[in-house]
């Protein structure tokens, strides 16, 4: 014992030591120690306390360790719990629940629940969460881990543990074990992985057999969780617990470390998860600020007050308040207002009611809402603490996608990144790709990064959706597969880098209304973005980049070395309510953009660039798809800039899905081989009911092209082109019914297509080599051909003949220079004659969202 208080002395500031000394005086006050708190990081308050047994003062954990020759005689000795201002007197094993954050956390939080406990101190908190909930002393968490900074705290801790043992008993059979938790090796440390046995100690282990279970249930680790720990993949916690440390991150770290602490928590928080904060008043800091230069410094720059740490947990998007909020309850917690004052029984009943609600001696109010499936509950007491208490939801966009753009007041503005778009649907939760391991260095292969992010994120469908944020940076990945009611979100400096390895690129079926492949008959890389059966799934960002480096793609085709059919960028199938916009793709392998068996889509505000000579990079390719909109965008291809489909051959008309209600508006297009339009050359389940208007090409084929032939089958009809402008063009309608490539021998030489109802009005076009080439199909002549309101300036090696006609059948009005004979002119007081529908299509009626989102960066 004298070497145990010689101990304690050289480690006790001054005012601490003479309060040692003086304590033989004052046996009548019994007071509760606050001892052995590491002081850059807790704190540093004692309070004597004495043994109930012995009358030596002694400290509440080292003092009270027995030693070899007491290992087993030692009574319960008295532990001290909780803040520094609001310290409770407990017994191992008794009158914990005398603790009032405990009496406010509830069970189901932590049955049968992984937890994590940060900033375990002595450990007696995370000792009472196995114990406390459950009568009988019934073990109530799967697993705990308590880790803390100081190597003392976590040697007291396995004292403690130990203690706590001998006095509340075994543990009950049937118990699950931790062995089998995923959460034990949760965290990974490069400080000790294990405490070193306390000096003072040598008992022998004669106790682990029969304490074998709550070792498994409960461990402790050393470490630095701000600055040295790092997350282990598929690692995850179901409860996070963090109390009385947040002032001392702070303190130490700055603004920056409680960011890194929250965003740790967040990473390691299971869906669905709880993690209870418990801030220290503002007015502590000022108490603390002296400890350290480096707590005096960090103290004058800290802008995050604990007041504002629900704005960092809890920002939410502007949509979100359109949902319904659910049902939020609060929680009583008793603090008396003398910080010196411990709660014990005697202030029970003035404080708190036998239900733990705050009577009138103290207030409590609820802070937040609950949004989208998010749980807020904060209680404020008076001059004291509050307990904060998440359930995962929200607190993932609060981390890494903050609120409607609105000021900060906790940071710089230069610390965010106000975001704002268009989109069909806005998300609740948000995510970085770098919360799942992603590293834009252009080197790394970030598959598996993406495709976990993707499948985490799933979890939230039910509940608002979630966006992932890929930052600045470039991202080289293979394919990965989208979920529903998801964003992936583009900073205007990413770069998703596609990999040049064709291990990364899985190889699938053809499509069902193709028969094979469109390079080689047998099956198809998968595209880099791709999705089936899913509903509201975005794509957008502010133009960053997918580029699909598709060189070495071009160079497999030419030399015939390609073993399947070339990967698309974006492939999406089966599915409904699409969104892809404000992006720029670059390099495709092959075709760029490729819905196909969906409806509902809008392409809008796309850059695509591939080389003029890139074989078979067409820009956007609806295929069988019902109600889409292609608008505002930017193309320059090696095929054609809009290629409409449906099917191929005997396939195509087997499986009888056209395409029809399509808008093509505000095209821009340069693609000096292939069309600003097209329609076909697969179209064998059908196009109907195809609207465009304001179309720009500039050297460019032809303006609008319909590829056809015998034995495609189907039909082409209802299309309208209003408002087209092109500039050194080939051809500006051109109609085609002898496009010969077939799927394969199979095809039916009897399935002639339909090609019925082609308006063209309003056209003007200069530096052109011929007007038309219209060639129909002998004995099925494309027929209800309108053009009207043309104006062509013809180039000056132009064809002799500007117009070239067969097997079609139409009429004209005002268009020069004059047409064929099959288009006799109907004079030019019916130059408005050729229809453009005016009722909208269902898709123009979709009202877009304003999304907003605050990113910290």
């Known amino acids: ?301 800290i802008k995050i007050r604990p007041e504002d740490f629900q704005d960092i947990l809890l920002d939410k998007p502007k949509q979100c308040t359109k949902q319904p909020y659910k049902k939020t309850s609060s929680i009583g917690i008793g603090f008396h207002t003398n910080s010196k004052q411990p709660i014990d029984k005697k202030y029970k009943s003035k404080f708190m009611n036998q239900t733990g609600r705050i009577t009138q001696y103290s207030w409590a109010r609820i802070v937040g809402l609950a949004c989208a499936g998010l749980h807020f509950h904060i209680n404020k007491m008076e001059k004291t603490s509050w307990l904060l208490v998440v359930v995962l939801g929200m607190v993932v966009i609060s981390l890494l996608g903050g609120a409607e753009g609105r000021k900060s007041r906790i940071l710089d503005e230069s610390s965010y990144y106000d975001l704002e778009y268009s989109a069909i649907s806005c998300r609740a939760h948000s995510a970085s790709i770098t919360d799942f391991g992603g590293v834009g260095d252009g080197k790394t292969l970030n598959t598996k990064a993406f495709q976990e992010a993707v499948n985490r994120l799933s979890q939230y469908a039910s509940d608002g959706g979630a966006q992932l944020i890929v930052p600045a940076g470039q991202w080289l990945t293979g394919s990965f597969n989208l979920t529903s009611h998801f964003t992936l979100f583009l900073h205007k400096d990413a770069i998703l880098l596609a990999s040049q390895d064709i291990n990364e690129w899985a190889v699938i079926d053809p499509l069902p209304s193709y028969g094979h492949g469109r390079d080689t008959s047998g099956g198809r890389y998968i595209s880099l973005l791709f999705g089936t059966n899913l509903t509201d799934v975005i794509i957008t960002g502010e133009n960053g980049t997918i580029d699909g480096q598709g060189e070495i793609w071009w160079q497999k085709f030419h030399s015939k070395k390609l073993k399947y059919t070339r990967p698309y960028l974006i492939e999406i199938m089966h599915s409904d309510n699409i969104q892809i916009s404000h992006i720029t793709l670059v390099n495709s392998p092959s075709w760029n953009i490729h819905p196909v068996y969906s409806s509902n889509i809008i392409v809008q505000g796309i850059t695509i660039l591939a080389p003029v000579k890139s074989p078979n990079t067409d820009g956007i390719n609806p295929d069988s798809c019902t109600n889409m909109k292609i608008e505002d965008n930017y193309i320059v291809s090696g095929d054609d800039c809009v290629a409409v489909k449906s099917g191929w051959d005997e396939y195509g008309i087997n499986y009888g899905m056209p395409t029809s209600q399509l808008i093509i508006r505000r095209l821009t297009c340069i693609s000096p081989y292939s069309a600003a339009i097209a329609l076909g050359s697969e179209m064998s389940g059908g196009i109907q009911d195809v609207r ?111 117009w070239t006609c067969t097997d079609i059948e139409g009429i004209t009005s005002g268009v020069q220079p004059p047409p064929c004979q099959l288009l006799p002119d109907q004079g030019p007081e019916k130059t408005e004659m050729c229809s453009f529908p005016t009722e909208n299509l269902a898709i123009d009626n979709i009202e877009m969202q304003r999304c907003s989102y605050r990113l910290n960066y």
């Open 1 to 301: 014992m004298e070497h145990n208080q010689q101990h304690n002395k050289r480690n006790q500031p001054e005012d601490m030591a003479t309060t040692t000394a003086t304590a033989t005086q004052k046996r009548k006050r019994k007071e509760v120690a606050v001892f052995g708190n590491y002081r850059n990081y807790y704190g540093y308050r004692r309070y004597p306390v004495y043994d109930n047994r012995q009358t030596t003062l002694r400290s509440p954990v080292e003092g009270s360790r027995p030693t070899s020759e007491k290992c087993m005689s030692r009574g319960k000795g008295m532990l001290s719990t909780g803040l520094e201002s609001s310290n409770y007197k407990v017994k191992i094993g008794q009158n914990l629940e005398e603790d009032p954050r405990l009496k406010a956390m509830k069970k189901e939080w932590f049955e049968g629940k992984d937890c994590l406990d940060i900033g375990c101190n002595s450990g007696v908190i995370t000792i009472a969460i196995v114990t406390f909930f459950i009568p009988a002393q019934k073990f109530n968490c799967r697993s705990i881990l308590g880790v803390d900074i100081d190597d003392a705290r976590i040697q007291d801790a396995y004292w403690t543990l130990r203690k706590a043992v001998r006095s509340t008993g075994a543990v009950p059979a049937g118990v699950a074990k931790s062995t089998e938790s995923k959460n034990v090796t949760g965290i990974e440390s490069h400080e000790a992985e294990s405490p070193k046995k306390p000096a003072n100690i040598d008992c022998t282990e004669s106790h682990h057999v029969q304490e074998a279970n709550l070792f498994d249930i409960v461990s402790f680790r050393k470490g630095n969780f701000v600055q040295n720990w790092h997350l282990v993949e598929n690692t995850s916690y179901d409860t996070i617990i963090c109390l009385s440390v947040s002032k001392w991150v702070q303190l130490n770290w700055g603004d920056e470390g409680l960011i890194t602490l929250f965003s740790k928590v967040w990473r390691l928080l299971s869906p669905g998860g709880v993690f209870i904060l418990e801030p220290q008043p503002w007015s502590s800091y000022y108490s603390n600020r002296l400890v350290s230069e480096t707590t005096r410094i960090n103290y004058q720059e």
């Open 692 to 802: 465009a208007e304001d179309i720009t090409a500039i050297n460019t084929e032809s303006g609008v092209r319909i590829k056809t032939g015998v034995g495609r089958g189907g039909f082409v009809r209802d299309v309208y082109v209003k408002g087209m402008t092109l500039h050194t063009m080939k051809w500006v309608f051109w109609m085609t019914g002898n496009y010969g490539q077939h799927a394969d021998t199979h095809w039916d030489p009897n399935a002639l297509p339909e090609i019925k109802g082609i308006n063209y009005r309003d056209v003007v076009a200069e530096n052109v080599s011929m007007a038309a080439r219209l060639e129909g199909i002998s004995g099925d002549p494309f027929t209800g051909i309108c053009i009207s309101n043309v104006t062509i300036s013809m180039a000056k090696k132009a064809k002799k003949y500007p």
